[in-house]
């Protein structure tokens, strides 16, 4: 199975930008539709992004369209989520997850560990 390591969180101020990455390995990378999930306290977790396996086609959830970017590199194994203008909203643990449903937004089986963005003057 998959294995994926999430970094890049952290605190940040309102307006303020984070990248972050998540790393494969231990699986074909290249075949699994890649998305970010977040989960606040007391929230379930939710679908913020998503990429197709070659990376032609994205989704981005109507909260976060126009701030938010996700994007791969296959050669190195990475799916990235470039996050500006951010709002204390979007406070919450950030996870990726490997080999999602395409359309219905069902998580697969993989997720890594998670990474905390903090959004607060």
Known sequence: QVQLVE?????????GSLRLSCAASGGIFSIYAMGWYR?????????VAAISNGGSTTK??????G???ISRDNAKKTVYL??????????????????????????????????QVTVSP
Request: proline share 8%.
């Open 60 to 65: 981005h959830v109507d909260s976060v369209r």
């Open 39 to 47: 989960q606040a306290p007391g929230n379930e977790r939710e679908l």
């Open 82 to 115: 470039q996050m500006n203008s951010l709002k204390p909203e979007d406070t919450a643990v950030y996870y990726c997850n490997a080999g999602l449903t395409w359309g219905v937004w069902t998580p697969g089986p993989s997720w890594g560990q998670g990474t």
């Open 7 to 15: 970094s890049g969180g952290g605190l940040v101020q309102p307006g």
């Open 67 to 69: 701030r938010f970017t």
